[in-house]
């Protein structure tokens, strides 16, 4: 089902389509903005336009990569998971006995892309759960240094599985066989989830600013109310459904639990990182996106949506 | 200068510096806008690591890079013969002497032609890189270096991070995420104490609103 163009071969028109739904709402949100002007503070303002104008560079950016092929969105996902690994490094409390150690563990990242590069289901699932969840201890210990150690190997290993582990699988839905998926592609797959966990991210932020009154973990981030959550969930639930036909090859009712899956788990990602942020005493991971944060702050909820998703795939259809 | 003798430089920075600064590791830059773009002015940084001088460097546009000047220990970087070219060539740098075996007087007046020239000085006012991040006490020279020429503007910079990516006596640089923040530029239109206690100052609030900073421990 491809529309013929040879730099496009991966989309189908269903994908082609969702991708410019993204674009026309990015063009609603910026000519809203520019609406909102007089009815803003300056600082409001500056802060509204700087994130909708990241949102054009990231959405451009990842747009790109999928429509270039499989080969430019791997290297893609593989500068993202590094860039996210070297953030979460950047900000946990490092010892500096352990440099040569990251720097060896920065070479999971093209390793784990290369095995989904080639397509080896067997080895991406296991070599950083079950090879670096080993090795890293060991590798700790042979640099001598015990102080710290237990803290060393739980932050090290949680900054892998989460920036690399997780978001290879976003990478790996352009390697299920597209026969399985003719509506969507590969880069259906793709669109369907980051789609769903950003839009889950707004919904949840919507719902909570209009009804939103009780609380639910007030020392960890005072934003998350039990009517933004469950409005949140139920909004993405539903969507999860709708564009389910369109772009994957799960039936109505199975997107049902693929949304609300995504719903769930973004709002566990999202908490995740901010209790990471607290308990370090920052605000943002870094100033990498202009208004957003770092990159870390944009993915905190696609690293558990992702890895859920891929195998709540997996298990009903492939 | 002439086109020709920049090229090397420009090259160094585009091939090489610029790469591995922003490729490898990450800069959360804070107020760049305050970087000076042309002299007579002192950037006044924190030194943790030799990385120190390219990234201040590499901030700069290729065609303003002839313009800073990083004022830097003749006795390491005049090692060898290697060093030597590679300093006063590609980095452009105006050597100190530390131990005083060379007269003061003819650094001081380098220096002081550099500003007269409109050039921009980088100055780590600690002296040498410290241990461990920490801010060490800083030293008076640069206050008479700005005073020495008239409308000399002193930008301080803090910086966090580096120290990890390369750290003293470290040979491989590990990616990491630096903090780089520059402050607002100070006068030197004052007496010397004040102005020490206003840089002093300056450099501990920028230091304190980096995200990659020291004090971002666990709690015990």
Known sequence: MDIGLPFMLDLTPNTLCAMLVVVAMLVIASVTQLLLRS???????????????????????????????????????????????????????????????????????????????????????????????????????????????????????????????????????????????????????????????????????????????????????????????????????????????????????????????????????????????????????????????????????????????????????? | MPLIKRLPKQLFFLLIVKPVVYLLLGLNIYNKQRLPSHGPAILAANHNSHLDTLVLMALYPLGELHRVRPVAAADYFLRNRFTTWLSLNLIGIIPLDRQGQVDKEQVFEQCQQALADGQILLLFPEGSRGEAEELQPLRKGIYHLARSHAGTQVVPIAMHGLGRALPKGGSMIVPFNADVAIGEALSAEQECAPFMEQLQASLESLLAACITRRDARWED
């Open chain 1, 39 to 318: 009815r803003l503070s300056d600082d409001g303002y500056l802060e509204l336009k700087q994130r909708i104008n990241s949102w054009w560079v990231m959405v451009g950016v990842v747009f790109t990569a999928l429509m270039i092929g499989p080969t430019a969105s791997l290297i893609f996902f593989t500068i993202l998971s590094f860039i996210a690994l070297r953030e979460f490094f950047s900000i946990l409390p490092v010892r500096v006995t352990d440099r040569r150690l990251i720097l060896a563990l920065y070479l999971a990242v093209p390793l784990q892309y290369y095995w989904v590069g080639m397509g080896w289901y067997g080895m991406f699932i296991v070599f950083i759960p079950v090879y670096l969840f080993l090795l890293i201890p060991f590798g700790l210990l042979m640099l001598g240094e015990t102080k710290g150690f237990i803290r060393a190997v739980g932050s090290y290993q949680w900054a892998t599985m989460t920036t690399v582990f997780a978001i290879s699988h976003v990478a790996y839905l352009l390697m299920l066989p597209a026969e399985e998926n003719p509506a969507g592609g590969g880069v259906g797959l793709v669109i369907y989830l980051v789609f769903l966990t950003q839009f889950n991210d707004v919904a949840q932020y919507i719902w909570g600013k209009k009804f939103g009154n009780r609380k639910i973990v007030p020392a960890i981030s005072p934003n998350k109310t039990w009517a933004g959550f469950l409005g949140g969930v139920a909004t993405t639930t539903l969507f999860g459904a709708l564009l389910a036909p369109w772009l994957t090859p799960l039936p109505w009712w199975l997107g049902l639990g693929a949304g609300l899956l995504i719903g769930l788990a973004g709002f566990i990602g999202d908490l995740t990182v901010s209790a990471v942020k607290r308990d370090l005493r920052i605000k943002d991971t870094s100033q990498l996106i202009p208004g957003h944060g770092g990159i870390l702050d944009r993915i905190d909820s696609l690293m558990y949506t992702a890895p859920l998703f891929f195998h709540f795939l997996v298990y009903t259809t492939y």
